[in-house]
């Protein structure tokens, strides 16, 4: 026996526009699978519920994303090199040894560019995602070297008919290794079902 209560509230009827009955706001599968789950998955399906009862019906809000990202010093002039940044700092190891940073720092594009990409690794896997504003704010110099640990949280989602999709508010960042915020950012992305094949 199980502490997870139940969500039913003994109004069984399937939506056809939502997937979710109007009762306790779990699709068919969560509901099939209610019994044989464990305690962690029914509390993942409340949380999906809680999500659909405030308006979202694609993501969950709360949900986290957490990835790391070494640089190595080739990872920093390859970047840099890539996206034609030429800054010395990027690529001449004794010019960068003799500034204010003591190493090569990456451009930061390179963080930038990996934490907005998390969203769309993340988001595809169920669904269908596409960016449409980001705010990042670079508040320190990712070193040679360094680990930074990415993240992002979902803060609000909700349904548009008009995109066919959520409409979904992120909060995110970055820490290098000394647990020194690098980076600050927000984003608003739609994620929409993913498209079935017939």
């Known amino acids: 026996m199980t502490g997870v209560a139940s969500p039913c509230v003994d109004v069984c009827r399937m939506n056809p526009e939502t997937g ?3 009762g306790c706001l779990r699709t068919i599968d969560e509901i099939a699978a209610w019994a044989s789950s464990g305690d962690d998955e029914k509390r993942a399906v409340l949380a999906r519920v809680e999500s659909r009862r405030q308006g979202a019906r694609v993501v969950t809000i709360g949900e986290s994303i957490e990835a790391t990202l070494a640089l190595p010093p080739d990872s920093i002039k390859h970047f840099a090199t890539l996206v034609n940044d030429l800054n010395p700092l990027h690529h001449d190891d004794a010019y ?23 969203l769309a690794t ?57 647990g020194e915020t690098v980076m600050k950012a927000t984003a608003t992305i739609v994620v929409m079902p993913k498209e079935t094949r017939t």
């Not at 960016?131 to 548009?160: C, H, P, Q, S, Y």
Request: contains cysteine; aromatic residues 8%; charged residues 20%.
């Open 20 to 22: 979710f009955c109007d």
């Open 96 to 118: 960068a040894r003799a500034s204010r940073f003591g190493s090569l720092i990456a451009s930061g594009t390179q963080p930038s560019a990996h934490l907005m990409a998390m």
């Open 122 to 178: 993340h988001f595809s896997r169920d669904a269908q995602p596409l960016g449409l504003e980001f705010g990042i704010k670079l508040t320190r110099a990712v070193k040679a070297n360094d680990v930074i640990t990415m993240f992002w949280r979902v803060t609000e989602a909700k349904w548009k008919t008009s995109l066919n999709g959520d409409l979904v508010k992120l909060e995110g960042g970055a820490r290098n290794q000394h």
